[in-house]
């Protein structure tokens, strides 16, 4: 499953300029609310340089960064935000390009709004939970004054993030997801002059950007990495090099299975270089004769910047 991200903002923040900036898909921007309801759905590359130096010495075919689907949902009401149910972390946009605009208080409002499709989704799921509680399934019934003291929590005006007990599994909130802040504008992430910049090079884009910033997709792609506690790892190949984002702390085993579950089954060994190393010597036969590649077990914690290439019997 690709790492997913949701847009989130109030009218006109400039949520669909980010998404284009994310994914360059060029969806419609207008200078008015857009009235659609239907949500832009991208995809947004994380460029890395680990990944090009590797794909360079091993002459690869096919190279495939990174990739988080983005989700740009039209506005705030209860509906359109059950389209983020299933999103690993959140981008709440804010104005803060117009003249007169209160980026602190619009983020208060639109955290409000995320809190009341929760309260929403909260009190629906209590409904069905109290008539079938009547029938006496007692799993059913231990559920009830969980939701009552979600319910209340919500409607004191507190997000889930803050809620230290444990949630349903069944529930699927959004207050209870990382959300990242982007100021759009001069002072944030200024949204509109990196879309103008996305085409060009990034020694060409970096003369138009503050002193020292990054792109709008490699900034966020860090925060998002950062909140989600992702590292990369890399699989270089002729065929194909490839990046691959894992939770930190993941095992060999997880790694295997992040590729394909049938590598994962047929699991032996996990040979682990680092990308240094590779990119240094020149391909991995180098690396090993170097006394630089270990072979690994399953439980191997695996580690940012990792090349491994799994030994399986699949
Ligand atoms: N000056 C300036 N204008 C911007 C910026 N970002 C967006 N805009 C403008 O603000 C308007 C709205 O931008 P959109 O990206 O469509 O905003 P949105 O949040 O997707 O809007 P809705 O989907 O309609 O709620 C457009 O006219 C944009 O060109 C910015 O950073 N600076
Ligand atoms: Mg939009």
Not at 26 to 32: D, F, R, S
Request: overall charge negative; glycine content about 8%; charged content about 25%.
């Amino acid at each position: 499953m690709a790492l997913e991200v949701g847009i989130v903002g109030l009218p006109n923040a400039g949520k669909t300029t980010l998404f284009n900036c994310l994914t360059r898909m060029g969806a419609e921007i207008t200078a008015y609310a857009s009235q659609t309801d239907k949500a832009n759905v991208g995809m947004a590359t994380i460029t890395d340089p680990r990944l090009d130096a590797l794909a360079e010495v091993v002459s690869a075919k096919k190279i495939t960064p990174a990739a988080v689907r983005v989700v740009d949902v039209p506005g705030t009401g209860p509906a359109l935000l059950g389209n983020l149910r299933q999103v690993d972390a959140i981008l709440a946009v804010v104005d803060g390009f117009s003249p007169g605009c209160t980026p602190a208080d619009d983020l208060v409002n639109l955290e409000l709004e995320l809190i009341v499709a929760d309260r929403d989704h909260v009190e629906k799921r209590l409904e069905r939970v109290s008539k079938a509680a009547k029938s006496g399934d007692a799993k059913v019934r231990a559920e009830v004054p969980v939701l009552e003291e979600l319910l209340a929590h919500l409607e004191a005006g507190r997000p889930l993030r803050d809620w230290a007990k444990e949630i349903p599994p069944e529930l699927e909130p959004l207050t209870n997801k990382p959300l990242l802040v982007v100021e759009n504008g001069p002072n944030g992430i200024d949204c509109q002059l990196e879309l103008e910049l996305v085409d060009m090079s990034e020694e060409d884009a970096a003369a138009f950007r503050n002193e020292g910033s990054a792109s709008a997709l490699q900034q966020i792609g860090q925060r998002l990495f950062d909140a989600l506690g992702l590292i990369v790892f890399f699989t270089a190949g002729e065929k194909e090099t490839r990046a691959w984002t894992l939770r930190a702390g993941s095992t060999a085993l997880e790694a295997a299975d992040s590729i394909h579950s049938d590598i994962a089954r047929g699991f032996i060994r996990a040979e682990v270089y680092g990308w240094e190393d590779i990119v240094r010597l020149g391909s991995h036969t180098e690396a090993s004769r170097a006394g630089l590649m270990r072979l690994e077990g399953k439980t191997y914690v695996v580690q940012d910047g990792d090349c491994l290439n799994i030994r399986n019997s699949a």
